[in-house]
Structure formats: C-alpha cells, structure tokens
C-alpha cells in the first residue's frame, strides 16, 4: 500500500475540518476518497468545495463496504462512535476515532474489543499529545526528575459557553444528545491528558457535579472531583463552562519539586535533594530543601488534528507507534463516567466503574432528557453537526 485511502463518516464541524487539510493532500500517505454524510446540504457542501474525485455516500453499510477506502475518519455524535467503529473495524477497514471515545465506558469497551480482534489499527483523535507542553511534561515525570508523584491539580475553568451556545442546536448539553456536559463536550483531552502525563489512574474517585447551575441546561456545567492513587497520591480535577475569565493550570507535586503548565508555559520549581530525603536528614527545626525555579524550554510545535492524522497513516504504511492508541480512549472517559457516578450515588466510586449501574443511570436521565421527549430518539443520527 503506497497511500491510505481515508472515508470520512460525518460531516460536521470536525469532520469538514478533517476534510479540508486531507483534500490538500497535507496529510502524506494519505488520500480522501469517500465521505458519507445524511444530510443533503452537507453533501451538496462537499460537491462543490471538495475534489469531484471523492465519492458521496448516504449509506453507512454501502460506504463501508464501497472497497474505495481503507480506513475511516470517524466525526459523528459522541453516542455513535463506538457502534460505527465497530461496524468498520468487522469491514476490515483501520479507524481513526474522534473524542470522545463515547459516551459510557460499556460501549466503548465493546469497541476495544471489537479493534482487537480485527488486527487494525485503532486511534484516536488526542490531538493534545502532540503539544510539546504535555510531552514535556511526560519526558519530565517518565525520567523521574519530578520523582515519585504526590498530588495532580487542574483547574480547567476557561471553556466558557453563553446560553446562547447551548439554544443553538436542541441535541446540545442533553443526556439523549451528548450523554453529558462539560465533561463530555468539553475536557476529554484534559481528562486523557491529566491521566496520559503521569501514567496513572486513579484508585477511586469522590465528585460533586452540579447540573445547570450556571445554564438552562440539563447535564453538568459545574465539577469538582477529587481523586485517591495507589501509591497514596491525590488529585483534584475543577471545571465549568459559567466562570469568565477563566484558569487553565495543571500542577503536579512529587518527591523532586513540581510543575505547573499555565499561559502557554512550563515551569519546574526542582529540588536540590529530594523532600523525603531531606525530611530525614534535616535537624534545624524550620526550613525547608533548596529550590530553583527553571522555566523550562519547549521544542516543537503542535501538529493537533492533522498531526494525529498523519501518525495513524504512518502507523499503518510503516508500522509507526501510535501517539494516540484508541484502546486508550476508555481511560478519560472512564474518569468522567466515575465522576457523574460518584455525584449519581452521593458516594466514593472505585476504579473501574461498575459499568452496569451507570449504564442504568444514564438510561434513565437519557428516558427523561428534554431533547428525547421534544425529538423522541435516544441518539442522534450519524450526520448531526458536532
């Protein structure tokens, strides 16, 4: 195979995005040749702004099965993407997967399943792996120079969204609609990355989220969540779509110092000897171990979208290792499942979740959710604009 002939399943806001720098031939090894999209004025869209050369398709099976593709870009509603990756992945066709995984960690895990068993390649679209403030920050912790982890804070409150934002489409901040609120519109990369950098889940997690406290909306809008590692580390996770001006700072604490992201930035305040050494060593009442603050030079820029794009080409022309591995895409969402569960039940969740008891949960906002009860669908079909 000399070029990867990528599909394109939804054409909304992310997969037109997609479509435009793959029809720029700005992905190399990488062709687009089919988009399949329900909506007429979607595909009226794509006749004249796309090449004449990419096949339309209104049906997921005819496209799927069209032999003019070998991998699919998968934008749709959060709800179906696991259920269409699965469908590609028994199409013998390599999938690309944009966030969210899904909705709940059930169906994603189905779709793990369903990846394994196919033999193809499987990524998804973490496009913040490629900032080079986050692989730093992993290189930093990866090579001990943080030393052992002891506490995670992020405070992610600068998404702010206007009333306005949520009445411009019905299916928005519904359970039956997005499955969820800010946790699942907007912080899936920093749910993936507060996990990604330091390599570890949490043991158990404790939430309170509050569900349209700031908007006229049914999901969350509103979060605070405090995590247990096994090792004996905290963390704490904060957001909002309400507050104006808002804070995106990650800070994590260990044993050699800490380092906080924020404004575009990485800082390391490093210890001279580690605390837990100097703790044992130090006899002089007050004090407290030598600390430099080095800001920390960062190489390379973020190649977001197109960047993963172009890793899950290579890794199937070549067999390059995927900066983003799809079976990793249930971790994050396994973090936002077990903060709703956590504020469902009013008590401590472990890791993992108990799956069935959030499905039901769920099941039971999506009966009651304004969009079902207005539409009268639990999802929303494969073409809906993200």
Partial sequence: MEKVRIGIIGLGNMGTGHAKYLVKNEVKGAELT?????????????????????????????????????SVLIATPHYDHPEVAIKAFKAGLHVLCEKPAGVYT????????AAKESGKVFSMMYNQRTNPLYKKLKDLVESGELGEIRRTNWIITNW??????????????????????????????????WQWTIDMMPKRVRAFCYFGKHRNIEVEDDVTAFVEYENGATGLFVTTTGEAPGTNRFEISGDRGKIVIEDGKLTFWRLRVSEREF????????????????????????????????????????????????????????????MLLSTWTDNWVDLPIDEELFEQHLQDKIKNSTANKEAGYKTFDVSASR
């Fill in 279 to 338: 703790n044992e060593t130090f006899k002089g009442g007050f004090g407290q171990p030598e600390c430099w603050k080095i800001d920390i030079p960062i190489e390379g820029k973020e190649t977001s979208h197109m960047g993963i794009t172009q890793n899950f080409v290579d890794a199937i022309l070549h067999g390059t290792p995927l900066v983003a591995p799809g079976e990793e895409g249930i971790k994050g969402l396994m973090l936002s499942n077990a």
């Fill in 34 to 70: 089919a988009i399949c999209e329900f909506r007429a004025d979607r595909l009226e869209w794509a006749k004249e702004n796309l090449s004449q050369d990419i096949q339309l398709f209104d049906n997921l099976d005819a496209f799927l099965n069209s032999g003019v593709i070998d």
């Fill in 106 to 113: 059930k169906q994603v895990r189905q779709m793990n399943e």
């Fill in 160 to 193: 702010y969204r206007s009333q306005s934002y949520y009445d411009s489409g019905g299916w928005r901040a519904t359970w039956a609609g997005e499955g969820g609120g800010v946790l699942i519109n907007q912080d899936p990369h920093q749910l993936d990355l």
